[in-house]
Structures are given as C-alpha cells and as structure tokens.
C-alpha cells in the first residue's frame, strides 16, 4: 500500500517524531510511505534513521503546492491520505493531495481542535463556526453561515499566504472532515467524541515506541551529566516537565502555584522544564511573583535523546492540567515517554488518567487545586520506595499501550479496511445520479403516509451511509419513530443518538415496524441485501 503522511509541524515536533516512527515501521512491513512535513530541518539530523525515510518539506509556489511537490505526490500515487492534525499547513496540504489523487483520506487527531480554535493566537476566538462543520450533511445554508462567520480579509490572507496562519482553518476543517473515510484519535476520550461527532470509523492510534530501545533504569544521581550541568546535587529532588507551552495552554499557572507549595515544604526540589514556551514572558512573571524563579531551569528545545537522558536521570516527571475539554482529550507525549523510560509521574485522573491505577501506575490528581497537586508531588518526592513502584507500574503499562509494533500492525489493519471501503465507494458513485435534498424530501411525503397507512408505528434505517446521514439532517420521519439505523458493518455507535446495529440485532423484524432502504444510489442491491439478512417489511424511498 502507498502511504501519504502529512504533518503540519517541523519534523522535529513531537507529534511528527512519532509519524516516523511508524513512518519507518510501515516500511519495514512492506509499504511505501511518501511523508510531507512543514519545516526546514532535515530528517537525517532529526533521526538516525531520517535517510531510509522519503519525506518532502511543504512548499508553496503563491496558492498552490510547488508543482515539483505536487507532482511528487501524484507520482507516488498514493492509496491513502493520512492527515496528523488539523492545522492549516497541513490540511491544504492534504486537501491538495485529495483533489489530485482521489485517495482515500484518514484524520489523526489529537487535541480538541474547537478549543485550540479557540485559543491558539492568544485571543478567544469563536469556535461555532467549526461546530457548524460537525453536521451529517453539509447543505447550501450551512456553507453560507460557515462563509458568514468567517472574515473576507482573513480568508484572502491566507489563501495568498499559507504560512501566514498556522492554526485551524474553518473552511478546509469543514472540506476535510465531510471528505475523510475515517479517523484515527489519539487516545480513548478522542476516540469516543469522534465516534460520537462524526460517525465514522476511529481506530486508536497513540504515540507508539521501541521500548526494546528504551532504558528504564533510572541514571545514578551522582552520574548524571545534566544535574552536574544545573548544578542540582544528588541528595536534591529533581522534578522534570518536558513538553511545550502554546497560546492554547492557559492552565500553566496551576503548576506554577503547585510547585511553589512544594517548595515553601520541601527545600531541596527543583523543576527542570524543556520544551518550546509561547508564554515565557507571563510564565517568568509569574514564576517570579511566587518567589520560585530561582527554582526552576528552562532550557528550552532540545533534541529527543537529550530529552530521554534528562528524564533518566530526574526523580519524578509531572504532566499538570486543568480538567477541561482540552486536556480530556488529548494524551501529551510526554506522559507514554516518560512512563516508557520508567520515571514515576503526576498526572490528572482525568482523561488518559482513567486508564491507569491510582498509586500503581501512576499518582492521579481529581482536582483542579494547587494544594492536590502539590501533595500529589509531595507523596513522590517524600517516598523513593513509592517513586520505584509507580516507575515500574508505568513501565508495564507503557508495553501493554504504546508498543510501536502493535500499534503498526493494528493501524496496517485498519488501512486495508479503509482501503477497501473508499475502492466501494469509489465503485457505487455515479450508478444512479444522486438525488437533491428536494427530491429526497418529496419522495418521503408519499413514503412516510404510506408506511402510516399501512400501521407501521417504527422504522428501522438501512444503511448508516451518507444518504442516511443527509436524511437526519432533514427530517426524524414523523410520526413514525426511529428505532435503529442498521449497517453491515456496524464500526459506528450511534448517529445523532440513534443507534446503530447489525442485522442480526433486528431479528425478527416486529410486525410494526418497517426497514427503509435508505439509498439514492444503489436503492435495488440493498433491497436485495436486506432480504439476504432476513429483514422483513423491507421498503424504499425512490419509486
């Protein structure tokens, strides 16, 4: 299979080191992967392996892609278009690719894109102009109140300049997620709202590691390099933050205050933060207004095996965050990295938290105080034997969750599902010509009296396609009710708090209710199908 990855970030950003990763795992499997990345570093410098890998930075010539990239792109002729994260770079990217290859097309998300909408470029933005992309159908209204809310100038700026906007962009949000066959989410909580929001297959695809590679021994106190360098002794308490700070990262503070609790307790605990900070004047303001300034090290960026050695040889690794949207859903790199080298961690029992045991794995913070996280850390710092035991507890967890080769394998599976749906996609478009939400509506005003006329009180949808998903943006077929949407394949829950079922679920068919095949496109084949699964009282919509 060819594999078209596309980030929107430099290659040496978390979440793109992670793409080759499995970039390089994919290949090793057999398949061919073409990785596009926004950045100037080079993969060679990145990783020790950046050679065997064929990436191309993003390009722009004006408005489109630079014609050597695009045809790079066709060329390798991808089967699948796979987008990490929905920020602007990336998403013209792949959209691009989209129009030029007819791929299908996978999204991986992992943050709350409303809120980093939201909050990215430091203001409050408001998010309702994505939410409107979240409908089943995306009519003529909804296109003009999504254009409506969003200003003339800021789509003419960034259109003639891509780089000048590096966060989500609404129009090509509401194009991507109406265009994807599926979704890939990076932890349990995103997978769930995906599931819920878009009703399309998720599969779960979290940061994934050699831990073959990985040491999680603990480096000696008296023979680490770097608390020789911070001129933090081995007798003292080392606690390390790795990870950046964005304009959408508004809970830094909760640490802040944390930490210096810890501090005015406990003398001999420092903090050690790596990572890019967007907000490094208010966070030293703040650092210096509760008198822990000269507590903490930032060093900034540094490379991953800079990272890894520095987390080594700290004490404990803490991961503070609100409990909102934002951190609920989302699994920050540092956490499975940090459980994979065996260091001890503070995190929030909320969101990835709820897959870890309390004192086992990990010590889990419920609360949005200073005070429970400073005690959280507290019962770290004050208890080696502790720290020893959540290490290892986080260390098997790391191997059961974030195994790089299990993780490829199940993604390799569920590729070829998705594959293999927009190949029957791609064979059924065009069988009979799609009718308009006019004929649709219509065509139920004779459908709907007739089933009632009949006595059917219930009606069962059948499939959970497009065509379906059109009907519920229009109508709930009063007055009969809507028991069940029935689909072949069943990967999705629900649809707008219908639920969906395998055939097998609705035997037998009670005699007042009725099976609408919900098609405009091959409306006789699933007449067929629906008889085949024995599905009785089985109508269409189209004469």
């Given at each position: 299979?060819?594999?078209?990855?596309?980030?929107?970030?430099?290659?040496?950003?978390?979440?793109?080191?992670?793409?080759?990763?499995?970039?390089?795992?994919?290949?090793?499997?057999?398949?061919?992967?073409?990785?596009?990345?926004?950045?100037?570093?080079?993969?060679?410098?990145?990783?020790?392996?950046?050679?065997?890998?064929?990436?191309?930075?993003?390009?722009?010539?004006?408005?489109?892609?630079?014609?050597?990239?695009k045809?790079?792109?066709?060329?390798?002729?991808?089967?699948?278009?796979?987008?990490?994260?929905m920020r602007h770079i990336g998403q013209r990217a792949a959209f691009e690719a989209l129009v030029a290859t007819g791929a299908a097309l996978v999204l991986h998300w992992?943050?709350?894109?409303?809120?980093?909408?939201?909050?990215?470029?430091?203001?409050?933005?408001?998010?309702?102009v994505l939410r409107l992309a979240d409908r089943p159908f995306l009519t003529a209204g909804v296109v003009r109140e999504i254009l409506s809310r969003v200003s003339v100038e800021s789509l003419y700026r960034t259109w003639m300049n891509p780089f000048s906007y590096i966060s989500v962009h609404p129009l090509f949000f509401a194009a991507l997620t109406h265009s994807a066959t599926?979704?890939?989410?990076?932890?349990?909580?995103?997978?769930?709202?995906?599931?819920?929001?878009?009703?399309?297959?998720?599969?779960?695809?979290?940061?994934?590691?050699?831990?073959?590679a990985m040491a999680s021994q603990p480096i000696p106190a008296a023979d680490d390099p770097w608390r020789r360098k911070l001129?933090?002794?081995?007798?003292?308490?080392?606690?390390?933050?790795?990870?950046?700070?964005?304009?959408?990262?508004?809970?830094?503070?909760?640490?802040?205050?944390?930490?210096?609790?810890?501090?005015?307790?406990?003398?001999?605990?420092?903090?050690?933060?790596?990572?890019?900070?967007?907000?490094?004047?208010?966070?030293?303001?703040?650092?210096?207004?509760?008198?822990v300034l000269n507590r903490i090290h930032m060093l900034g960026y540094l490379p991953k095996s800079d990272v890894q050695a520095l987390v080594r040889g700290s004490d404990v690794a803490i991961c503070p965050g609100e409990r909102n949207s934002f951190n609920r859903l989302r699994l920050p790199s540092r956490i499975p990295e940090c459980m994979a080298l065996g260091k001890p961690m503070v995190l929030s029992s909320d969101g990835f938290g709820e897959s870890l045991v309390q004192g086992q794995d990990a010590v889990l913070v419920d609360s949005d105080s200073p005070d429970a996280w400073a005690d959280g850390l507290l019962r770290l710092v004050d208890d080696r034997a502790l720290r020893e035991r959540v290490g290892s507890g986080g260390r098997k967890k790391a191997e059961e969750f974030f195994d790089i080769h299990r993780i490829a394998e199940r993604l390799i599976a569920f590729?070829?599902?998705?594959?293999?749906?927009?190949?029957?996609?791609?064979?059924?478009?065009?069988?009979?010509?799609?009718?308009?939400?006019?004929?649709?509506?219509?065509?139920?005003?004779?459908?709907?009296?007739?089933?009632?006329?009949?006595?059917?009180?219930?009606?069962?949808?059948?499939?959970?396609?497009?065509?379906?998903?059109?009907?519920?943006?229009?109508?709930?077929?009063?007055?009969?009710?809507?028991?069940g949407i029935i689909d072949d394949f069943s990967e999705v829950k629900s649809i707008d708090g219908i639920p969906v079922l395998k055939p097998a679920e609705c035997l037998p068919v009670p005699a007042d209710t009725a099976v609408l095949v919900s098609s405009d496109s091959i409306q006789g084949k699933l007449v067929s199908a629906a008889d085949r699964h024995g599905l009785s009282n089985v109508f269409g919509i189209y004469q």
């Open positions: 299979m060819n594999v078209l990855l596309v980030s929107h970030t430099a290659l040496k950003a978390a979440c793109t080191l992670n793409m080759l990763e499995l970039a390089r795992e994919l290949q090793k499997k057999g398949h061919k992967v073409l990785l596009l990345y926004a950045g100037d570093d080079e993969p060679a410098a990145v990783v020790p392996y950046g050679a065997e890998l064929n990436c191309r930075r993003i390009v722009f010539g004006s408005v489109w892609l630079a014609r050597e990239l045809r790079a792109v066709t060329q390798f002729d991808p089967d699948l278009i796979h987008l990490w994260g992992e943050d709350d894109e409303y809120w980093v909408y939201r909050y990215d470029g430091g203001t409050e933005a408001d998010d309702s599926a979704f890939t989410a990076i932890w349990h909580p995103l997978e769930r709202f995906l599931d819920s929001t878009f009703g399309r297959p998720v599969c779960l695809l979290p940061p994934g590691y050699r831990l073959e001129d933090i002794k081995p007798e003292d308490v080392m606690v390390v933050s790795s990870g950046s700070l964005y304009d959408f990262s508004i809970d830094f503070h909760l640490w802040l205050q944390a930490f210096a609790r810890v501090v005015k307790q406990r003398a001999n605990v420092y903090l050690v933060l790596c990572g890019y900070n967007r907000r490094m004047q208010e966070f030293k303001a703040l650092a210096d207004s509760l008198g590729y070829a599902d998705v594959a293999e749906r927009h190949r029957a996609q791609q064979t059924v478009t065009g069988l009979e010509p799609n009718r308009s939400d006019k004929q649709m509506l219509q065509a139920l005003l004779t459908v709907v009296p007739d089933l009632v006329s009949r006595g059917f009180k219930s009606v069962y949808l059948y499939p959970a396609g497009t065509h379906t998903r059109r009907l519920l943006a229009l109508t709930r077929l009063e007055p009969l009710n809507i028991c």
